[in-house]
């Protein structure tokens, strides 16, 4: 299970990690959202080595979602040593996130 990023992992999770993190914001209301999960999952189970992956509820963490600028889900933040190099709107297949992954954080 993919762990969620909140306000008192924030830091220990994305700004202090060691590997680069992406983060997959969404709503469980949210039907595209519902179809990334499992390939998010995926993503995860398979590069989790080399990458930490992290769950945002934009419901649940507001804050965060408006610290990071979320204005449409599912979004997807490539984050290095603690920056945003990019974000990602809208549905990936698991191809084009891996691809973005490697792309963007290796």
Known sequence: MIPHITKEN???GVEE????????AYAAWCGPCQHMTPIFEEVAQEHGDAYSFF???V???????AHFGISSIPTFLFIKKGTIVATETGFLSKADLEKKIQTLLS
């Open 10 to 12: 924030f830091k220990s």
């Open 17 to 24: 990690s060691t590997k680069p993190v992406i983060i997959d």
């Open 55 to 57: 769950k945002l509820n």
């Open 59 to 65: 419901d649940d963490a507001r804050d965060l979602a």
